[in-house]
């Protein structure tokens, strides 16, 4: 159960399942080409030894041919000198007393102090041949035969020594014998046989020197089916199953026999190989199949070696994603020097990791920064000097007009009021710019006739959203820091106006302005990315804005002493469907 537990678990890794499919293949591959090449050698072996069987064959048939021809020119060499044949045909006619006669009567007739008889023919022609041991001339109806010895020593171990008259044909013994008949040129007449004797020295020369060592056994078989000559282990099993009509077989799938008939004797020559002497084959499969089981094992083990440092990299990675799932943003993957297609996903979630925790970052001090700087956003909308002039204000007037003044700027003051208690996130620019002109009014009431206000806006625009109190604060800013109260044409103009696919508010004063210097702390200062968690007017707008859109939206101030000042507002260009409210006032 443990042991299918493992396999299903191996199973459902991908490597152990694409290493599984892998060594199966190779296995598969490799078993497939043992079997091609075993069976491709083995027909290779095979038909190499049946070639090489053929060939001593043709040899061993060639041989007998040439002895053969050689015999038939000596007989009809007597055929072209009359004095031989009639010499040969006296002796087989006669015995030897009688032929001794004939031959000394006919030496004292001639001229010549040289005998030339058919005795001196025959030893000086057939002594040519050396593997020639005697020549035997006979006439079978008188009886009449002649022995000639060319090598008394093979003759006197063989078994016609002690039985010269025992038929000599057709005998498994040391030699074969070739016959040829003798007849009378003129009346044809049988004259006798000669019968000469080899010895087998030279095909054994053949099937022992013939290139590599000769495998099996070869024989001459006669018409008589008599085997007249064996070389090897003599196979009787196979000798009974061989079909002379067949030039080649396999018997019993254990003998490869080939045979052929050499056609001038009638000699059969036959080759048989028993299987098991094939041993080539054997070693060569055994050779084979260790080489193949080497090659397989490497073809496994090397991918299997690469692959499992390459698994246990994509382990590392795949732990390390199970630790950033349980919120250890903290870990990394150990890449080293690789430098691979896994090397570049661990950088990359690396990398991804390394931003994902600077944005976490980022979105928390975010979140906190954009907290305070509502809190103080929320504390500069009730600022305590902001409601010590209003009311002061209020206080002053009442006194001098006996209170209608009084109410009106207690209305106005209470719009503001409840613009300040709304808990939208956005708002538009429309109810932006109508609680800046309530300000602006109360303003008016205590000073009269020393402000003019004016607002440079399409309607298009009045739909775009913005955070709220981004132009009230800095309107505040104009009224404390800039206001001539010794002047009547104190200005304040607000352009609204697309640039650079930016939305951009330009609040532009002819108030006191600011020093050159001081403008360019001021501009420092909003151009950072911390400002003060208790900044107010100016530096809270600004924080606000960068916080929520980020460093490219912002505020910044240019300005002329006692020239003007221009303070120009960027944001996205967000266009609210719907206004963007909370129509809910707070009681």
């Not at 191996?10 to 190779?26: K, N, P």
């Not at 002594?127 to 093979?154: F, K, M, P």
């Not at 000699?267 to 190989?273: E, G, K, L, R, T």
Request: proline residues 2%.
């Amino acid at each position: 159960m443990k042991a299918l537990n493992l396999l299903r678990k191996l199973s459902s890794r991908m490597f152990y399942r694409v290493f599984f499919t892998y060594s199966t293949i190779i296995f598969l591959t490799m078993a497939f080409l043992f079997v091609f090449l075993s069976d491709h050698y083995s027909e290779f072996i095979i038909q190499r030894e049946v070639d090489k069987q053929a060939t001593a064959i043709n040899q061993i048939k060639s041989e007998i041919e040439k002895k053969h021809t050689f015999v038939q020119q000596g007989v009809y060499q007597l055929y072209r000198e009359k004095h031989l044949i009639e010499d040969l045909a006296f002796a087989l006619q006669h015995d030897y007393q009688q032929y001794m006669g004939y031959r000394l009567d006919k030496y004292s007739r001639s001229s010549s102090f040289v005998p030339y008889n058919f005795d001196i023919y025959v030893k000086n022609y057939f002594s040519r041949d050396s593997d020639i041991v005697a020549l035997q001339v006979r006439n079978e109806t008188l009886g009449t035969q002649y022995h000639y010895l060319y090598n008394y020593g093979l003759w006197k171990e063989s078994d016609f020594y002690d039985e010269e008259e025992r038929d000599l044909y057709g005998k498994d013994n040391d030699f074969f014998t070739l016959e040829e008949q003798i007849n009378d040129p003129i009346s044809l007449e049988r004259l006798g046989t000669l019968t000469v004797y080899f010895t087998f020295h030279h095909i054994d020369r053949l099937l022992t020197y013939n290139g590599d060592p000769m495998k099996g056994s070869y024989y001459i078989i006669d018409e008589e089916l008599n085997v007249v000559y064996s070389y090897g282990d003599v196979l009787d099993e196979a000798l009974k199953e061989i079909d002379y009509r067949a030039t080649q077989q396999l018997v019993n799938n254990r003998y490869l026999i080939q045979s052929s008939i050499e056609p001038s004797t009638g000699f059969m020559v036959a080759s048989i190989v028993p299987r098991s002497e094939l041993s080539q084959l054997f070693h060569y499969k055994i050779t084979m199949f260790l080489l193949i089981l080497l090659l397989t094992v490497v073809s496994i083990a090397l991918p299997y070696v690469s692959l499992r440092g390459y698994l246990t990299r994509v382990n590392d990675l795949v732990q390390t994603m199970k630790e950033v799932q349980s919120g250890q943003l903290s870990v990394r993957i150990e890449t080293g020097n690789v430098d691979d297609d896994l090397a570049m996903i661990s950088n990359t979630f690396n990398e991804t990791l390394d931003e994902l925790e600077d944005y976490i970052e980022k979105v928390y001090f975010s979140k906190l920064k954009q907290t305070e700087a509502e809190l103080a956003n929320l504390q500069s909308q009730i600022n305590p000097h902001f409601l010590y002039n209003t009311l002061e204000a209020i206080r002053m007037k009442s006194l001098s007009e006996g209170g209608r003044t009084t109410a009106k700027m207690i209305v106005q003051l209470s719009y503001l009021f409840r613009y300040s208690l709304k808990s939208a996130d956005l708002v538009t620019i429309g109810d932006e710019l109508q609680h800046v002109e309530q300000y602006v009014e109360l303003f008016n009431i205590r000073f009269p006739n020393q402000l003019t206000f004016q607002v440079a806006v399409e309607e298009k625009h009045k739909h775009y959203v913005v955070p709220p109190f981004i132009l009230q604060p800095l309107i505040e800013n104009f009224l404390i820091h800039g206001f001539k109260r010794e002047r009547d044409d104190n200005q304040i103009n607000i352009i609204i106006q697309e640039k650079e696919q930016t939305l951009q508010i330009q609040i532009m004063d002819n108030g006191k302005g600011i020093p050159r210097k001081k403008v360019e702390e001021i501009n420092e200062r909003l151009s950072m990315t911390e400002n003060s968690s208790h900044s107010i007017g100016l530096f809270n707008v600004n924080q606000r804005l960068r916080l929520r859109y980020g460093e490219r939206f912002g505020v910044s101030v240019q300005s002329e002493p006692d020239v003007c000042t221009i303070v120009t507002i960027r944001t996205p260009m967000i266009i609210s469907e719907v206004d963007v409210h909370d129509t809910s006032d707070a009681s």
